[in-house]
């Protein structure tokens, strides 16, 4: 079975553009949440999607947000980039969002705003 | 405000020995806790789990003791091995929070297993 991947995998941006973030999440799986994770900080809880509905929302300002498509891909976009939104972006997915731990993470897109 | 913390941000152990990783928590309804390891340019794998109302579970090298009045836990690994060589992060969830996919991540522990 695939994992979960995310696309693309590096990218530079700068101060003020906006960016498209995507997972694909394991075949089958239908929760795909997001997660920041900068150096000190660990990973932060963006939001989650299941069935294209978003059901959990961490704190970030309104410049970052995501959505679900039918076929469970997701996408995360961040406006008007900020160099602290220089980070990794983390994706997992899992078959429904139950089963504590049962999340599969992707390998991440380093983003980095100049 | 931190809810989840790792005040520890690396730990080097020898062979064979015994790995203690540790993780702090404020918030006394956690119901679920975690451990992630991850390699670089790898995601986070899911390693082991403890409900709140446990004190200890155990899964092959890998023990989490969880003691709730002092809302302290642990991963153990016994013995360590090169391979476990990784970043470890510890999470939590909030009731109602398990199957929404959210979890609260300290900021990890580098752990280094020396051959």
């Known amino acids: 079975k695939a994992g979960v991947t995310q696309t693309p995998r590096y990218l530079i941006k700068t101060r003020g553009q906006q960016v498209t973030l995507s997972c694909s999440p394991i075949?089958?799986?239908?929760?795909v949440s997001w997660y920041q994770q900068t150096p000190g900080q660990g990973l932060q809880f963006l939001f989650e999607?299941?069935?294209?509905?978003?059901?959990n929302k961490g704190n970030f300002p309104g410049r970052f947000s995501g959505r679900q498509f039918s076929n469970s891909r997701s996408e995360m976009n961040v406006s008007t980039l900020e160099l602290g939104d220089s980070a990794l972006y983390l994706c997992?997915?899992?078959?429904?969002?139950?089963?504590?731990?049962?999340?599969?993470f992707g390998p991440g897109t380093r983003l980095t705003v100049t | 405000d931190q809810q989840v913390k790792q005040n520890s941000p690396s730990l080097s152990v020898q062979e064979g020995r015994i790995s203690i990783l540790n993780c702090d928590y404020t918030?006394?309804?956690?119901?679920?806790f975690l451990w992630y390891k991850k390699y670089p340019a790898e995601g986070p794998t899911f390693l082991i789990s403890?409900?709140?109302?446990?004190d200890k579970n155990e899964d092959g090298r890998f023990t989490v003791f969880l003691n709730k009045s002092a809302k302290h836990l642990s991963l153990h690994i016994v013995p360590s091995q090169p391979g476990d060589s990784a970043v470890y992060f510890c999470?939590?969830?909030?009731?109602?929070?398990?199957?929404?996919?959210?979890?609260?991540f300290g900021q990890g522990t580098t752990l280094q297993v020396k051959p």
């Open positions: 999470a939590a969830s909030e009731p109602g929070s398990s199957n929404t996919g959210k979890l609260i």
């Open positions: 918030n006394s309804m956690f119901d679920y």
């Open positions: 999607y299941f069935s294209e509905t978003q059901r």
């Open positions: 997992a997915s899992s078959y429904s969002g139950q089963g504590v731990g049962e999340q599969y």
């Open positions: 403890i409900s709140s109302i446990k």
């Open positions: 075949s089958g799986h239908r929760s």
